[in-house]
């Protein structure tokens, strides 16, 4: 690990923290003048070291974004038996403008997104090699791609392949600001700008970034996520090529068991990029809603109910099983049972089952065939193998029986123009409220998605 990434996210926090109140303000007693922060390399490390701890919060991508999608995109598999009023919103998708995990979320990622435009508005100060300017920029790329794709997918109509998807996206901010006290109003960028400039960013992060980056990003994290954003836009031949690129050459392996992919203190052989926690930094909300109470989470505040195991057809299969009793009597899920795992974001499972879709869409056989990338999957988790030919309903099946629970549910269903819970893939309640205070301080915002006021 490079010498400046040692720094602690104490030095983060003593050089440049930005309050989480829902006016996203510098808190003064922890922050210095912002061109003190802004004026070394050693400074800018550290912002970056505060840039990961920021996405990887509970809010962001350390629970609520996976969260969010896989319960507004919920039909009968699981309940919501929580007693918070924000969550039972969603899959009731019957959301309010005042929505605290929309609002939370929201506020979370645009903090990520300005600190990494401080980071890439300053690059000049790293003069100790280009090599290392460029993983720093690699880097801060990777994490607002990341971002503004969650953004773009949760308070945009979904991205249809051959349309100018000139729908309203999100705020398209490139510039960073020291004073993020003040209003910083922006017009909404299109979907389609959203998703160019996210693949402007992984572009970068690709070419900027390491093959190997110890737990930070690296080349094969932004192709990982390069793969998911060619899905979703159903450029099924690119999702090919980037899922490929990842599993031919990022060296990593499927885990020996499918239970050995889940509840990892450290990075498991199979995890592309995961967010840290441990006992001293990080949290896991994915812990707090679905973990029974001797597993550090509420009881069990998202449970499964039969409709989710009829979807495994081989009652042999781990997956189905891989489930236990939570604190009232339901069935939970076991991939979140340990409070300091770290969170995969990506893992190559999900790269598999990518190239095994692009290479149907596509009559291709990059790499292997559909059903040998799938196999592999089924094979560990002791299912009974398929035979060819696959179709792309057999794929979408798959990825319910290996990525449940981990975001991926709402998404798949919208991409491929499925109803979601008897509502049409694109209907305004499947979009999230743009947050009340953004529309009360920012004057370019325009209307609020349909069904929220204006």
């Known amino acids: 690990m490079n010498n400046l990434y040692k720094f602690s996210i104490l030095m983060f926090i003593a050089v440049f923290t930005f309050s989480c109140d829902d006016n996203l303000e510098i808190d003064p007693e922890q922050s210095i003048d912002g061109s003190q922060a802004l004026n070394s390399e050693q400074n800018i490390a550290a912002l970056l070291l505060g840039v990961y701890e920021e996405a990887g919060q509970g809010v962001s991508f350390g629970g609520d974004i996976q969260i969010m999608a896989d319960l507004l995109g919920a039909s009968d598999q699981i309940s919501w038996f929580g007693t918070f009023l924000a969550p039972r919103q969603l899959i009731q998708k019957s959301l309010l403008v005042d929505n605290t995990f929309v609002r939370d979320t929201w506020f979370n990622n645009y903090e990520t997104i300005n600190q990494t435009n401080l980071i890439i508005d ?52 490139l510039i960073g600001y020291e004073d993020y006290s003040q209003p910083l109003p922006a017009e ?13 960013d992984l572009e970068d992060a690709y ?30 031949a690119a ?31 199979e995890d ?5 926690v441990t006992n ?4 896991s909300d994915l812990i707090t809603f679905y973990a029974s109470q001797d597993n550090g989470g509420r009881g069990g505040d998202i449970v499964l109910n039969p409709a989710y195991f009829a979807l495994f057809p081989d009652a042999d299969d781990e997956r189905a099983n891989f489930t236990y009793i939570g604190d009232y009597g339901d069935n ?22 990518i190239r095994a879709e692009g290479n149907i869409m596509e009559n291709t056989a990059v790499g292997q065939t559909p059903a ?3 196999n592999l999957l089924r094979l560990r988790a002791g299912a009974e193998t398929v035979s060819a030919p696959l179709t792309q309903e057999d794929i979408l099946l798959e990825r319910q029986l290996e990525l449940a629970f981990e975001g991926f549910l709402l998404h798949d269903l919208k991409r491929t123009q499925n109803d979601v819970d008897g509502l049409p893939y694109n209907d305004p309640s499947l979009v999230l409220p743009i947050p009340q205070n953004e529309m009360d301080t920012n004057d370019l915002i325009g209307d609020n998605n349909p069904g929220y006021g204006s």
């Open 207 to 236: 070419t900027n970034l390491p093959a190997s980056n110890d737990i930070f990003a690296d080349r094969y994290a932004a192709q990982a996520l390069r793969a998911r954003v060619y899905l979703q836009m159903q450029n099924y």
């Open 239 to 269: 999702a090919r090529d980037a899922a490929n690129d990842v599993i031919e050459n990022s060296g990593a392996s499927l885990t020996g068991s499918f239970a050995d992919a889940f509840n990892n203190d450290a990075d498991s052989s």
């Open 332 to 353: 939970l899920t076991g991939k979140y049972t340990n409070q300091f795992a770290n969170i995969a974001i990506f893992r190559l499972a999900e790269m598999y089952l």
């Open 122 to 173: 300053n690059l000049d100060v790293i003069t100790s090699s280009d090599a290392y300017r460029a993983q720093i920029e690699g880097e801060a790329k990777f994490l607002r791609a990341m971002s503004y794709f969650e953004l773009v997918r949760l308070w945009g109509l979904p991205y249809e392949a051959g349309t100018t998807n000139s729908q309203p996206g999100v705020p398209l901010r």
């Open 272 to 276: 592309l990029f995961d967010f840290q």
């Open 372 to 374: 040998e990338d799938v």
């Open 188 to 200: 909404r960028a299109s979907v389609e700008e959203i998703y160019a400039q996210v693949l402007s």
């Open 280 to 283: 001293q930094t990080g949290n």
